[in-house]
């Protein structure tokens, strides 16, 4: 009796213990918070068919690896004659062009954008301080102080340039394809999965590809992958957009482009990467810390001009007339 007692008391501490486990799991999750998260799952479960994640884009393109030659021309409808003209048209509309899609951003507003944090705004402040008591030198030179500060910032910005066209201009803007039977000069954005094209030594891979033919091969994916080494490739292996040959001729089927490729994909992640870096959080702290100085230095410096003090402010177009706007420019740009 009392050995099946102890059984009995160690299930229940066992299941106390889930539970506890359970609770612990969400106890600093305040119930908004467990709402969110609950709509979180949901929606990746609803929206799970209609848009694969990069783990299903692996799965993908290990598949395409596996395949034999005879597969792949199956899947893609496509033979060695490579596609006709009039094919490719309909699958450059099916598809999309062979390109990366490009966001460009109006350089007049990013410039005003620079200007828009904590610290710019303490110096705006100061400089409508300046306009209403006629202090012309000092706005002077707190304007030219924004604007040299937005614009290194925003010459800072362009030297990285846009993630997306630096990714863009390893591209080559033309392929050697088989079209109609016979091999043609392309442009490299008209290419579709299907296609036959052939590479070589110098080029570089205009879209994803599977080798058909060919030996001898080496690619350099080191921008992709980060391999110090080129790769060598076999019939049957992957060549990734962006990867430059470095070593023999192949033949190759397109398997995905533009977007769609690993290369795209890359350059779509970098693109729509908006989290702030641990530099840009420390900056902006720093920011606040400045302007919660500068209103209590503000305020104490209002209290004693205009409360203990009780000084007229007349606005006359000297700075002298009002002392306690013109104390008030100098704390703020000085904090």
């Known amino acids: ?157 362009s030297q990285a340039g846009n993630a997306i066209a630096a990714l863009k201009a390893q591209l080559t803007p033309k392929a050697t394809c088989k079209r109609d039977g016979t091999w043609q000069v392309v442009d490299a954005a008209g290419l579709v999965p299907g296609d036959l094209i052939r590479i070589k030594l110098g080029d570089v891979a205009p879209a994803d590809l599977k080798v058909i033919a060919g030996e001898n091969i080496k690619a350099d994916q080191a921008a992709l992958t980060g391999e110090s080494l080129p790769v060598g490739k076999e019939v049957g292996d992957e060549i990734f957009s962006g990867s430059v040959i470095k070593m023999g001729e192949a033949e190759c089927l397109v398997h995905s482009t533009g977007m769609h490729t690993f290369f795209g994909r890359t350059a779509s992640l970098v ?22 100085f500068i209103l209590v230095w503000v305020l104490a410096e209002l209290l004693v001009e205009f409360v203990a003090r009780k000084a007229p402010c007349k606005i006359t177009g000297y700075t002298d007339k009002c002392p306690g706007l013109s104390n008030v420019i100098v704390l703020i740009v000085g904090g």
């Not at 949901?42 to 799965?59: M, N, T």
């Open 271 to 292: 693109a729509q990467t908006v989290r702030e870096g641990h530099f840009q959080k420390v900056l902006k702290s720093i920011g606040w810390f400045c302007i919660s």
């Open 1 to 157: 009796g009392n050995a099946i007692a102890t059984r009995a008391a160690r299930r229940q501490k066992i299941k106390d213990d889930k539970q506890q486990k359970k609770k612990d799991r969400f106890k600093f999750l305040n119930p908004k918070q467990l709402l969110k998260k609950k709509d979180k799952k949901k929606k990746k479960q609803k929206e799970g068919d209609s848009q694969p994640d990069a783990g299903e884009a692996r799965d993908e393109e290990d598949a395409i690896k596996k395949m034999t030659t005879a597969q792949a021309f199956e899947k893609f409808k496509t033979s060695e004659q490579g596609l006709s003209t009039s094919e490719a048209a309909e699958r450059v509309n099916q598809y999309g062009p062979n390109a990366l899609e490009e966001e460009k951003s109006n350089p007049l507003l990013k410039f005003l954008g620079l200007m828009w944090n904590p610290l710019s705004w303490a110096m705006e402040v100061a400089a409508i301080l300046s306009l209403i008591v006629a202090d012309w030198p000092d706005f002077g030179l707190i304007l030219a102080l924004l604007l040299i500060n937005s614009t290194i910032a925003y010459w800072e910005e």
